[in-house]
C-alpha cells in the first residue's frame, strides 16, 4: 500500500461523504502507517480524531479494503500520541488525555454577557407565555434532556431572549460545572467566518462541541447564509447525538423560515417548539406592575394615579419593551418635573408612542406582506390574473383586509383593482372556508397576522 493507493481511496471517498465533509475531514487526514491490518493517520487535533474515528473510520476502513489493503482497524495520532476516542474508551483503555480537554474549557467561551435583569424571577407568566415558561424552566433545571432542542418563537419583544437569559443565570447557579454557552446567530456567524478567514476552524469545533448547554438567540438570521447554515447544522448535530442541551429561538416557527434548508428545519422541529404569543391585557398589566414596585424604590414619594397603568395596558399593545419603556420615560419625566403621575401627565408624554400604537393598518401594507409571503409580484396579486398560484394568496390579502382593518367591502375592492364588493366577499367565505381544512393555510393566517400586527 503506497500513498498513491491512499490518493485513489481518496477519491472514491469524496463520492461517499461528499466534497464539504471531504474537505473539512478526509483531506487534513495524512496516512503514517499501514501494517498488520491497522492504517494509522495524523490529524491535526483530538478533536479531530474523535469526530473522524465515529463518523468516517467505517467509510476508509472499507475503502481501504476494497483496494486491497485489507484493513481491520484505522487509528488516528495528534503527533504521536494516540487519540482515545469515546467509543474506545472503555475497559482497560485510558481516558482522553486530560490535558487537552481542561486546556478547551479553560478558553474563554465566545459568548454573549448575559443581561442581569433577565430572571425568572421578574419574567411575569401569564396565559401567552406559559408554555414557554415551563419549558424554559424544566431545561433551566439541568436534569436529564428530556426534549432537544427547545425551540421558543414569537414576535419582537415577546421575552425570547429573557427566558434564555433566565435559563442560563439558573443553569450558572444551579450547576456551575456546566458548560453554558449563549450567543446570537449573528455572533455565531461572526465567530465562523472569522474562524475561516484565520484558519482556525477545527479550534471553532472544538470549541462548540465542548459545551454543555447551547443557546442560539434568532436562529432566522442564518437563513440564506449558506456555509454557516452548514456549520451550525455539524454542530447542532454533534451536541445532540452527545445528548447536550440545545436552546433556539427565532422570530417564527422553523417550518417558516424562509431559506433555511429542509434538513436543518426538520431538526429544529425534532424538539420541543413553542411559541410566545402576543401579551394579551393582564399580562401586559402583570409586567407594568412589576416594574412599577421597582420604580417605587428608585423614585420614592412619587405618586401613580390609579388608572394610568390599566390605561397604558390597554392602549399599547405593540410589544413588552415598548411598554417598559414607555413606564421608564414616564417615571423619569414625573420625577423630572415633581408632579404626580396621572392620566393626563402620560397622555402628554407618551404621545408619540400611543401614537404609533394606534398606527392602523393599511391595506397596502397587507398587501405587500401577503405578496412577499407567497413570492407573487404585487401587481399581480392587485391585478387580473386569474391562476391559482396569485388567486389564493389574492384572497388571503382581501380576508385580512377585512379582518384587521376597519375597511368596508366596497372600499377593498378598489384597493384591489376596482374590483366589486361580491368579489371581495366571496374571496373572504372562500378563505373562512379553507381555513378550517387547509392547515397549511391556517399557519399561513396565522404567521400574516403576526407579522402584521408585530
Ligand atoms: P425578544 O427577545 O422576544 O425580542 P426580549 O426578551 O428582549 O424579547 O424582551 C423585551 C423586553 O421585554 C425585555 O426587557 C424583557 O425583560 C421584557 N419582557 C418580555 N416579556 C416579559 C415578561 N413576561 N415579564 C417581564 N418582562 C418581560
Ligand atoms: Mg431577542
Not at 391 to 419: C, D, H, N
Amino acid at each position: 500500500m503506497t500513498n498513491e493507493t491512499w490518493g485513489q481511496v481518496r477519491e472514491e471517498l469524496i463520492k461517499r461523504v461528499g466534497k464539504h465533509n471531504y474537505a473539512t475531514w478526509i483531506e487534513p487526514l495524512k496516512l503514517s502507517q499501514l501494517k498488520n491490518g491497522v492504517a494509522r493517520f495524523e490529524v491535526p487535533t483530538i478533536f479531530f480524531g474523535d469526530w473522524v474515528q465515529r463518523n468516517y473510520a467505517d467509510h476508509i476502513r472499507s475503502q481501504l479494503t476494497s483496494a486491497g489493503a485489507s484493513v481491520d482497524r484505522v487509528e488516528f495520532t495528534v503527533g504521536t500520541a494516540p487519540v482515545v476516542t469515546r467509543a474506545a474508551a472503555t475497559g482497560a483503555a485510558k481516558p482522553a488525555p486530560k490535558a487537552t480537554r481542561a486546556r478547551a474549557a479553560e478558553e474563554e467561551l465566545p459568548g454573549a454577557p448575559l443581561d442581569a435583569r433577565f430572571t425568572f424571577d421578574s419574567f411575569v407568566v401569564g396565559k401567552p407565555n406559559e408554555l414557554a415558561h415551563a419549558a424554559a424552566r424544566r431545561v433551566a433545571e439541568g436534569g436529564p434532556v428530556t426534549f432537544n432542542p427547545l425551540f421558543l418563537y414569537g414576535g419582537v419583544g415577546l421575552g425570547k431572549t429573557h427566558l434564555m437569559h433566565a435559563i442560563a443565570h439558573e443553569l450558572q447557579a444551579r450547576h456551575p460545572e456546566l458548560r453554558v454557552l449563549y450567543l446570537s446567530a449573528e455572533q455565531f456567524m461572526y465567530r465562523f467566518v472569522q474562524a475561516l478567514r484565520d484558519r482556525q476552524v477545527m479550534d471553532f469545533k472544538e470549541l462548540f462541541r465542548s459545551v454543555d448547554v447551547l443557546m442560539v438567540d434568532d436562529v432566522q438570521f442564518i437563513a440564506g447564509k449558506d456555509s454557516t447554515q452548514e456549520e451550525f447544522f455539524h454542530t447542532f448535530n454533534a451536541l445532540v447525538d452527545a445528548n447536550k442541551q440545545i436552546v433556539i429561538s427565532a422570530d417564527r416557527a422553523p417550518g417558516e423560515i424562509k431559506d433555511l434548508e429542509e434538513r436543518i428545519k426538520s431538526r429544529l422541529q425534532c424538539g420541543l417548539v413553542v411559541d410566545l404569543h402576543p401579551t394579551d391585557y393582564e399580562l401586559r398589566l402583570g409586567i407594568l406592575q412589576q416594574k412599577v414596585d421597582f420604580y417605587r424604590n428608585q423614585y420614592r414619594g412619587l405618586a401613580l394615579a390609579d388608572g394610568v397603568l390599566e390605561f397604558l395596558a390597554h392602549r399599547i399593545t405593540t410589544n413588552v419593551r415598548v411598554l417598559e419603556g414607555a413606564l421608564t420615560r414616564l417615571f423619569a419625566f414625573a420625577s423630572l418635573v415633581g408632579r404626580e403621575i396621572t392620566l393626563d401627565l402620560a397622555q402628554d408624554c407618551l404621545a408619540d408612542i400611543l401614537r404609533s400604537s394606534d398606527r392602523k393598518l393599511s391595506i397596502e401594507e397587507i398587501q405587500r406582506k401577503v405578496a412577499e409571503h407567497y413570492n407573487v409580484r404585487l401587481s399581480d396579486l392587485i391585478g387580473p390574473k386569474r391562476l391559482r398560484t396569485i388567486a389564493r394568496p389574492r384572497q388571503v390579502a382581501m380576508y385580512l383586509s377585512k379582518q384587521l382593518t376597519p375597511r368596508s367591502l366596497p372600499e377593498i375592492g378598489r384597493r384591489f383593482g376596482g374590483r366589486d364588493h361580491t368579489t371581495i366577499m366571496h374571496g373572504v367565505r372562500k378563505i373562512e372556508e379553507l381555513m378550517t381544512t387547509d392547515s397549511q393555510l391556517s399557519d399561513d393566517l396565522q404567521l400574516l397576522r403576526r407579522l402584521l400586527q408585530g
